[in-house]
Nanobody, 115 residues
Framework: QVQLVESGGGLVQPGGSLRLSCVAS????????MGWLRRAPGKEREVVAS???????YYAGSVKGRFTVSRDNTKNMVYLEMNSLKPEDTAVYYC?????????WGQGTQVTVSS
């Protein structure tokens, strides 16, 4: 079992920046991928970004060039640096980990982009 706790969400104006953090605890030695997904009101859950243990990254097309995912394996943490935020980025953001084909996620943190 792995527990995940996110932090760093909040209210930001369009064009602003936020940094999300997530710490994993428990059976962290088995984690391969870490990343972030989001669920906006009325929309399907979307994987925003992910990073493998060897630092291979994936980004959704809607955030490519604006968001950066990184991880610190020594601290079992994953980060999401979000720049040039848009109102359509408003969502609950969930940190996730993947062990094999099994994905788990945290409780989520709200990100609201509004003027």
């Amino acid at each position: 079992q792995v527990q995940l706790v996110e932090s760093g969400g909040g209210l930001v104006q369009p064009g602003g920046s936020l940094r999300l953090s997530c710490v994993a605890s428990g059976r962290t030695f088995s984690i391969n991928y870490m990343g972030w997904l989001r669920r906006a009101p009325g929309k399907e859950r979307e994987v925003v970004a992910s990073i493998s243990r060897s630092d291979d990254t994936y980004y959704a097309g809607s955030v490519k060039g604006r968001f950066t995912v990184s991880r610190d394996n020594t601290k079992n943490m994953v980060y999401l640096e979000m720049n040039s935020l848009k109102p359509e980025d408003t969502a609950v953001y969930y940190c996730f980990i993947q062990v094999g084909i099994t994905r788990s996620w945290g409780q989520g943190t709200q990100v609201t982009v509004s003027s």
